[in-house]
């Protein structure tokens, strides 16, 4: 269905304390969905879509109010950097030098810690084509935030096209330091959020997965899928997958594993789809990055009022973050994430949403 014209809507959302606006960014396909941004985080605010019955709906969690945004210990929708998920005890070496990391969770450090980059305002730049519109969000981390070497400048760009969003990432330093971004957006096709998630289909082109250890970080090791509950190579059910007698289901309270795609491939590749059959919508994400962070929002626990006042439940919505692997600075098995001097960092992210149509 083809229905009006590509647009670009900006409006202020909410002032932070220091008296700085933050901007709300509107694109609209013609195709039918809209999504949202903002420059707090650089953000997926809402992604909006037709269901089968041409009903728009919710697809992701997300707050009403900036202020939301400002308290949210869940980091929805938000762009994560520098490093996504844990690095155990806060620290790495890098050429015979020790790094300590700001601990913001327990010992540990998560996705980029107290000032991680879904906590500040990024410079906002909004575009239109005439078959896309987006925006590139820029902002530049200084040496030493958060005890990371080197300034790194880093720009994330939006483009909804028809009915795929990209998200493309780009990066350079002036010192050798770890990068792992990527997007924390819970997605929720049924009702973007009111109820869980039990009733998504999720594949996931994945042969190996990393278990964790009681650090909710990789253990090292790499396990084959196979004959396990983290078999999604066929479209699996996740109410039937996330409570299973596993000790790594258990362990983590549901999904929250790094599985493995392949060598970073350099064209995007298909990494997982998502479906739900009452509202006949599915998500397919393709990347460049070599695995997809599977978390079934486990830690959500009905004490943030989203959208409408609606409290996210544990398993309202389920994230699936295209990066490299958690840990790796502390990890010589893993694929390295040190960016050098002189290479651009580029990744990039693709999620494909349909509606049964
Ligand atoms: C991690 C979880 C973490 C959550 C925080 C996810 O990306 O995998 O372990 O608790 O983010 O919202």
Redesign the pocket.
């Given at each position: 269905m083809m229905d009006g014209q590509q647009r670009l809507t900006t409006s202020v959302f909410g002032t932070l304390p220091d008296g700085k606006e933050v901007h709300r960014f509107v694109l609209t396909s013609p195709y039918g969905i809209e999504v949202s941004l903002c420059n707090w985080g650089a953000t997926v605010l809402q992604i909006q879509m037709p269901d089968c019955n041409q009903e728009m709906g919710d697809v992701v969690l997300g707050y009403d109010s900036l202020e939301g945004y400002l308290h949210d210990?869940?980091?929805l929708g938000a762009t994560?950097g520098r490093v996504?998920?844990?690095i155990k005890e806060a620290r790495f070496w890098k050429s015979g030098k020790r790094y300590q990391l700001g601990r913001n969770?327990g010992l540990h450090h998560?996705?980029g810690g107290e000032k991680g980059w879904s906590r500040i305002l990024w410079d906002a730049y909004p575009f239109e084509t005439n078959h896309s519109s987006g925006v590139v969000f820029r902002y530049i981390c200084k040496d030493g935030t958060e005890g990371y070497p080197g300034n790194v400048t880093t720009s994330v760009r939006y483009t909804l096209c028809g009915k795929t969003l990209q998200i493309h990432y780009e990066a350079t330093t002036d010192q050798e330091t770890p990068l792992n971004l990527t997007n924390?957006t819970y997605f929720n096709l049924k009702d973007g959020g009111k109820t869980g998630i039990e009733s998504h289909k999720l594949f996931i082109r994945a042969s190996h997965y990393l278990p964790m250890s009681e650090a909710?970080v990789p253990d090292g090791s790499f396990l084959p899928v196979y004959n396990t509950p983290f078999d999604f190579m066929k479209p699996r059910k996740l109410a039937k997958k996330m409570d299973l007698p596993d000790p790594q289901l258990q362990r983590?309270g549901g999904l929250?594993h790094c599985f493995i795609l392949e060598e970073e491939p350099y064209v995007p590749c298909m990494a997982a789809t998502l479906r739900e059959k009452t509202s006949g919508r599915s998500l397919d994400v393709f990347t460049t990055y070599p695995a997809v962070?599977c978390?079934s929002g486990?830690?959500l626990d009905g004490s943030q009022k989203g959208r409408g006042g609606t409290p996210y439940i544990r398993r309202a919505g389920i994230?699936l973050?295209t990066q490299y692997f958690?840990d790796s600075p502390n990890q010589p098995l893993f694929p390295s994430i040190f960016l050098l001097p002189g290479v651009v960092y580029q990744h990039q992210t693709f999620w494909r949403f349909s509606w049964g149509e």
């Open positions: 210990p869940f980091y994560i996504a998920g844990r969770a998560l996705h924390h909710y983590a929250d962070q978390y486990n830690f994230c973050e958690p």
